[in-house]
């Protein structure tokens, strides 16, 4: 049996959702979870108080932003 | 059961409701609009058309914008609650603007999502053409612009190419089967190619 690839289930997925509407709840509660996530992350990481400016450094730390 | 999406007045309505992530879009969008033209581009589209990922930044084309109307609209974009990350002045953002380098907007307090703010001009021929050509997407009162879907598709196949994109690809090209036209993505891959020589 031919043994499936990501995006195989990615088709598969997007076939189902053609006709079936109702996959849009299970897909609105992933990206809702992941922004809560990580919005819970970030005001852990950086208290509100120089919200801003705690982050402007992580960023030039990763290379997001220039030095 | 219903349809994902159907076609009305050239736009594609997506049979859905709106997430934390349309409203976040759609807030950047109402101030944007006064005072530029633009284009969201790349992960939104897929995601919004059904596509089950998360993602972190939501890419806008805006065309290239002087200084003095830069600094407009950054104002009000720190008046409508986002920050940027490149600085809290035009002076200290417009620089990047200038040089085409791409600037981050998000929420105040928040890092993620954030608006890949992407500058264009007519030089970058694929992004230019995909500004000029838009196709609207709506879900509930929530209408944007996203490229041709079939330019979507090939610009995620040929350009981007990474193991997301091929995924977001595969994605659209099985959601919109029935809409998809093959003679576009002839017409759009020789568009593209121009970028890639």
Known sequence: MKKLKNTDYVELYAKKLKNDN????????????????SSSVFRNMFAEDNFKEKARAYLRNIGLLQK | MQKAYKVEDDAIIINRDLTELDLFV???????????DYLIVSGFVSISTGRARGTEDIDVLVPIMDKSKFGSLLKELQNNGFWCYQGDKAEEVYGY??????????KINEMYPNIEFVPIDETKKAKFFEFTHPQKIRVKDFEFK?????????????????????????HLRALFSELIKNEKFKEFKKIIMQDLR
Do not use: C, T
Request: no cysteine; net charge positive.
């Open chain 2, 97 to 106: 603007v200038r040089n085409f380098s791409n600037v981050r907007f998000a």
């Open chain 2, 26 to 36: 759609r807030k950047f969008l109402e101030v944007l609009k006064k005072h530029s």
């Open chain 1, 22 to 37: 109702s996959l849009f709840k299970q897909q609105k509660m992933l990206i809702e979870s992941q922004l809560k996530a």
């Open chain 2, 146 to 170: 996203a490229p041709p879907i079939e330019f979507e598709i090939l610009y995620k196949e040929m350009v981007l190419a990474g193991e997301k994109d091929i995924a977001d690809a595969k």
